[in-house]
């Protein structure tokens, strides 16, 4: 729910100034000035109202707020939203107000981005944000479970100039983030059954961009060329006559489309199936977090698909390669290609089993189709 207030907007140099413009505030301790309406001025200060009652000025420069504070008006209830911007040109070619809410956003003096970027970055590597509600930080949203880490994530953050890569390196080499998922403590889950206070880490399945990508990975035909046009997955024919409009490149399954998801194509009326199927979010809709299902049709896709089928034979003969006919090595480097892990003995065993009755790349079909292979444990 979103509460609105009004800015009466004051110029102090033009008596055509007075007029209203609305801002959205959710919970913000200092409300960012967001103009919706386009006025042909540029503001010097503004009066947030609450009501009938003034709550808070709102300057745009250290030497208007204090003018402000030579009027008379309180310096506690002065809020600075840009300081050190230059007034805008007298040309009036820009009111300068898209600079002043980049600065506000980027500022020391705000913590908030800092704050929701490293939040949105935790949950990507824990399964869940430190605040549960990613695109909602205001009053109707989720209070954060460990305040202080989120606050020192975000001086680090800001500390560390932004740098998206450096937080990635943080988390994943932290205690937490290198937890085993099959810690067991009867006391721990008493207490905390939703492990909101990290006492083991929170199996995570893989996107469905990953999902596809690791595949690549494991039989060794992932294309890691970096930039270029984007690629267009084979599609059936059947999906692609029911789209009357737009784009889609009828291309054959081959190394000319195995590059990182990333670069697949995304046309919002037309999802690609795979990704569909592992919970690709609405397209034509923002998603703070992704939903996550588990449904007959994932099983089915991993099993039957012909993309998964020639992934698997793939990596069949990257092993048998590999192997050159030594039948304990393709278990053993089946399981350390996809799962990075050695097999343990009764797996080895059952899998010596099973391939005296099937092909390698039926077993590689079987390593791609195992739990441990699409989920982060």
Known sequence: METESKIDIIHAHDARSHAIARISMVGLAKPPLVVTRRVPFVPKFAR??????????????????????????DRSRIVVVHSGVEDPPANGRTSGR??????????????????????????????QGIVGTLDNFGKMGEKPTHPELLDWLAVEFMGRGWSIKQMHRLMMTSDAYQMSSQHQDAGDAEKDPDNQY???FRIQRLDA????????????ALDLTMGGPPVFPHIPGEILRSMSEGIWKREEDGPRVWRRSVYVYR??????????????????????????STVPTQALTLLNDEF???????????????????????????????????????EAKLAADFLKKRTLADFTH????????????
């Open 198 to 200: 990290l006492w083991r």
């Open 98 to 127: 898209r600079r002043a809410l980049a600065e506000w956003l980027g500022s020391a003096e705000n913590p908030l981005t800092a704050r929701v970027i490293v939040n949105r970055i935790w949950s990507h590597h824990f399964g």
């Open 209 to 220: 961009e990953i999902v596809r990508d690791a595949m690549m990975a494991a039989s060794g």
């Open 366 to 377: 079987v390593i791609l189709n195992l739990n441990e292979f699409l989920y982060v444990r």
């Open 48 to 73: 947030l109202k609450y009501g009938n009652r003034v709550s808070r000025f709102i300057a745009v420069s250290e030497a208007v707020k204090n003018a402000m504070v030579e009027a008379g008006i």
């Open 308 to 346: 998964v089928l020639r992934q698997s034979k793939l990596f069949a003969d990257r092993v048998e390669e590999a192997a050159k006919g030594d039948a304990a090595k393709r278990v053993d480097l089946a399981y350390r290609i996809a799962l990075s892990r050695p097999p343990h003995e009764d």
């Open 267 to 292: 046309k919002r009326g037309l999802p690609f199936p795979m990704f569909e199927v592992f919970d690709l979010p609405d397209q034509n809709i923002s998603c703070g977090r992704r939903n996550v």
